[in-house]
């Protein structure tokens, strides 16, 4: 490490009150790199992040020790020791950031255009007009297409992708030397990641900046970084450059966040989902969990659980002046599969494909407009209130936020037993308090946690609570809607074996809702690939993952990056955003017929309308 | 624990602090409400006379004089301690029945208009626009015209005048709680309606709604006094904190102490309710408990 770097960040410690968030981090970026700084939740990354910006004393914390020296034109200037004003002209300037949520972080009363032009007229000496015509050329350079109309677009009118294009385009205003990009792909869709990613490279060797990207996968780092800076609880664990990171990790965590991440590809060749033993690190020690088994649960010899026949679902969204509807939703369109018990089938699609509702529409949380769902061969249509009641305790559902999917004002063990005492499984109090110990003790919690509150629990943990909500009432199917998405890969990993191990003992069936293929293929039996509501390709994993037919199912899986820094791709990304459900309602939607090429692998014919090729 | 919970920053400081403010809290809110509260009950055998007793030679006494007297007299010489505790009857049980009327109705008026929408919202939020446009003193100068005064009607008066507040309170919450996923799962579950609404929805909104509710019983002791002092409210006979402020109201610059009493009290009963309605509200959310 030279002195010359663009920064160089020395013992930095950081805190919250007492509380010691960020403690004797050092590290450098020199211009025309990118670091990256990867690391669970509560790692400190933002926070370093906020650091350098000197944001952190806005929410609460004061940096403590150490130095961030930022090195350009010649000068160094220490920024720990700069004033309000000197920093407000380096922000922005010399130094932008890009956050997360491209959906809260422009202003939704101003036009992209005006907010674009604020940001030059307050750095830079420009009339209105050259302003003006400088944003345009911003928008053109992060690839908007028909810039000039964008400029005078709301926030809401945009897509996340092109928001988060917006954004990037407002951190370049000033030509910065750093940019600092804090988990900003993390709420898009692969392919919109894909095409992020891509300017953000393309732009950085451009105009040759420095490039800090804080995230929490390792695909990512994979796919962008220079360097990496491993973080664990506030301190560096392991810095190296990004080859000799994925090829030698020197230190325990990295290792054990390395093996947790599920790697596209890993289970080629394979016809069924296998466990595998996982490490985790507690306490500081690595230690072995799980172990090595093929998940043979399927019964395909049964009748199937869950029958579908042309599903179809809409929402009617706009009405003309007499309530007559005009445009509808069409989030799914004739959609027929089945669940076998046993089986873990999987609902792949970006947003807007109708995956959730479908599994919304099994467990009756939504009306099909029509179309057929049989469970264990009864209609649902025919089903008595009382039918409908034991499907309610034989199907459930597990959300994608464990912050969000468990009552704040109740205790886990009431959420847990609420749906015994729903069901009137378990009549007396006691029995009931024993089977919520059980069940706590089932997903690796204690039983002693029923008094708690959820607030007091982690993500991870949540989402174990959620779990043995869903078991609770001895079900036969759990719809998991994103379950996994929230969480950080190495609890990811270990929620992933639960799954399994319950789905051996119990003979469980998942509907497993997700939009991440590498999770998809380490769990599940058979694939459904949904494209604006519609199924595209069908079949079983192996079929599905190693020889895709179909072209959106291949242009999905080429956009998921890849945790290996040598299959670095630098082959043209898919432009174009995801298409939009919403018709008119005289424009009816075709149904693509359903070919099988291979026994159980199912394609949709090509339709080259509606599909950007 | 295969990961720990963690922990926000700074936190434990903060819950520290904030619990010892809580317990004083609690103490000073049951000092202040139990005292008044146990003085106007027991009002009946404390002064046997109810504090009618008039005594024009020893009128508008200064307070601390007179030691039969202690704060005072008012222009008809009665005394003015045994007036406020008597007083304290008419204007606590106006405050607080009108309030816990206006409360049941009007939550599960919102409730029910903002879980189910459709046609029973339009009905309950029209009817409530309709009755929010018409002025507080149209609406009580014709309900007391129709069915006359007392304090039985003065109290039905302020729960149809007010519950509209709480319901559009409710409902308001309702929307924006009813799509999250806690209560989806309660659905998914098969948790029944009922169940729903009074044990997920009605804890979880129920912090604004005690906060409104204090701020009511104030208002509301001070609406008695009102519609008494035009005549449309209780006998104005029977002494109360609201009507004693009005009367004392032409005697501020030479006879202080026959309204201040009363405001006074008016103050620490509100004061008191303040203090019981945050701490309830903080107690009964989990997540500003301090952590075991």
């Known amino acids: 490490m030279t002195s010359k770097a663009l920064l160089s960040v020395r013992s930095l410690g950081v805190a919250f009150g007492s509380e010691h968030v960020v403690e004797d981090l050092s590290f450098d970026v020199e211009a025309g790199r990118t670091l990256a700084i990867v690391g669970e939740s509560g790692s400190g990354k933002s926070v370093t992040s906020l650091a350098i910006m000197r944001l952190v004393e806005h929410v609460g914390g004061s940096i403590t020790q150490g130095s961030i020296h930022f090195n350009a034109d010649g000068v160094s200037r220490d920024l720990t020791a700069l004033s309000d004003k000197q920093m407000r002209a380096l922000r922005g300037n010399d130094i932008a950031m890009i956050f997360q949520e491209p ?32 944003a345009r050329r911003l928008l053109e350079l992060v690839r908007l297409p028909d810039a000039e109309a964008q400029l005078k677009r709301y926030p809401h009118q945009l897509s996340g992708g092109m928001r988060q294009r917006v954004m990037i385009a407002m951190a370049l205003a000033c030509r910065p030397k750093l940019l600092i990009a804090d988990e900003p792909t993390t709420a898009l869709d692969v392919t919109i990641q894909a095409q992020i990613l891509s300017i953000i490279r393309d732009l950085q060797s451009q105009l040759e900046m420095a490039v800090i990207f804080i995230t929490h996968d390792m695909g990512v780092v994979a796919q962008m970084a220079d360097d990496v800076v491993v973080m664990h609880r506030g301190r560096r664990i392991e810095q190296a450059p990004v080859a000799d990171l994925f090829a030698h990790p020197r230190e325990a965590y990295t290792r054990a966040l390395l093996s947790a991440v599920p790697r596209l590809g890993s ?65 799914v369109e004739k959609v027929s599969f089945d669940i076998y018990p046993g089986e873990t089938m999987a609902l792949v699609g970006e947003s807007g494909s109708g995956k959730s509702t479908i599994g919304r529409t099994i467990q009756q949380l939504q009306a099909a407009t029509s179309g057929d769902i049989r469970f264990e061969g009864k209609p649902l249509a025919q089903m ?42 378990i009549d007396n109090r006691r029995a009931i308090d024993a089977r919520v110990g059980e069940l706590l003790e089932r997903v690796g919690l204690e039983a002693h946690h029923a008094g708690r509150y959820p607030h007091e629990f982690s993500g991870g943990q949540r989402q174990r609570i959620c779990i043995a909500r869903a078991l609770a009432s001895k079900p036969k199917l759990i719809i998991a809607d994103e379950a996994l998405s929230a969480l950080d890969v190495s609890i990811q990993a270990q929620i992933i074996d639960l799954f399994m191990e319950l789905q051996k003992d119990e003979g469980l069936a998942y509907l497993f809702i997700s939009h991440d293929m590498a999770v998809v293929e380490r769990m599940s039996h058979r694939v459904a690939v949904l494209y604006l509501g519609q199924i595209v390709e069908f079949g079983p994993r192996r079929a599905v993952f190693e020889s895709p037919a179909h072209s959106y199912t291949r242009r999905l899986l080429q956009a998921v990056p890849v945790a290996d820094p040598g299959a670095r791709r630098d082959q043209p990304m898919l432009e174009g955003e995801i298409a939009s459900p919403v018709r008119s309602v005289s424009d009816e939607p075709i149904i693509l017929p359903l070919s099988e090429t291979a026994p159980g692998h199912f394609v949709a014919t090509e339709k080259p309308v509606g599909i950007p090729a | 624990m295969p990961d720990a919970a963690p922990s926000r920053p700074g936190q434990a400081k903060t819950a520290r602090r904030q619990s010892s403010f809580k317990a004083l809290e609690f103490i000073l809110g049951v000092i202040l409400v139990g005292g008044i509260g146990l003085a106007v009950l027991f009002s009946g055998f404390l002064f046997p006379g109810g504090g009618s007793a008039v005594d024009l030679a020893a009128r508008l006494t200064p307070p601390l004089v007179d030691m039969a007297h202690p704060l005072g ?81 003065t109290i039905v008066l302020l729960i149809v005048s007010q519950w509209v507040q709480y ?43 005690i906060v409104l509710m204090t701020l009511n019983v104030a208002n509301n002791i001070l609406l008695e006094a009102s519609l008494t002092f035009l005549g449309l409210g209780v006998d104005p006979t029977i002494p109360s904190w609201g009507g004693m402020l009005a009367e004392g ?44």
């Open chain 1, 103 to 134: 959906m809260t972080s422009l202003n939704p009363v101003f036009t992209v255009g005006d907010q674009i032009i604020e940001t030059l007229l307050v750095h830079e000496e420009l009339s209105r007009n050259a302003a003006r015509e400088e």
């Open chain 1, 267 to 331: 289970m080629s060749g394979e016809d069924l989902p296998r466990r595998e033993a996982l490490t985790v690190i507690e306490n500081g020690e690595p230690r072995t969990i799980g172990g090595n088994s093929t998940q043979d649960t399927a019964r395909y010899d049964e009748a199937p659980l869950v029958s579908i026949r042309d599903l179809v679902t809409r929402f009617d969204i706009r009405k003309n002046f007499f309530g007559g509807v005009t445009h509808r939703v069409h989030a």
């Open chain 1, 384 to 425: 008595s209130k009382a039918e409908q009641m034991r499907l309610r305790q034989k199907v459930q559902y597990i959300f994608q936020d464990p912050f969000a999917s468990l009552d704040p004002r109740k205790t886990v063990g009431f959420s847990i037993a609420e749906p015994i005492r729903t069901h009137g499984l």
């Open chain 2, 73 to 153: 007299t008012d222009p008809l010489g009665r005394d003015v301690l045994a007036r406020v505790i008597v007083g304290g009857e008419i204007s606590l049980t106006v405050g607080l029945v009108s309030v816990a009327g206006a409360v049941v109705i009007g939550v599960v008026m919102g409730l029910v208009s903002g879980y189910y929408r459709g046609f029973w919202d339009v009905v309950v939020m029209r009817f409530a626009d309709v009755q929010l446009a018409l002025p507080f003193i149209l609406l009580a100068i014709t309900f007391i015209a129709i069915v006359g005064g007392g304090l039985i009607n």
């Open chain 2, 167 to 209: 319901a559009r309170l409710v409902r308001g919450s309702v929307l924006s709680l009813r799509d999250r996923e806690f209560i989806q799962s309660a659905r998914a579950i098969g948790v029944r309606d009922i169940k729903i609404l009074f044990q997920h929805l009605l804890p979880n909104l129920l912090g604004p709604v």
């Open chain 2, 249 to 292: 109201r032409t005697y501020l610059q030479t006879a202080w102490w026959v309204s201040v009493f009363p405001g006074l009290a008016i103050l620490l009963t509100v004061l008191g309710l303040n203090l019981l309605g945050d701490w309830l509200r903080d107690t009964l959310d989990p997540t500003g408990r301090t952590r075991v």
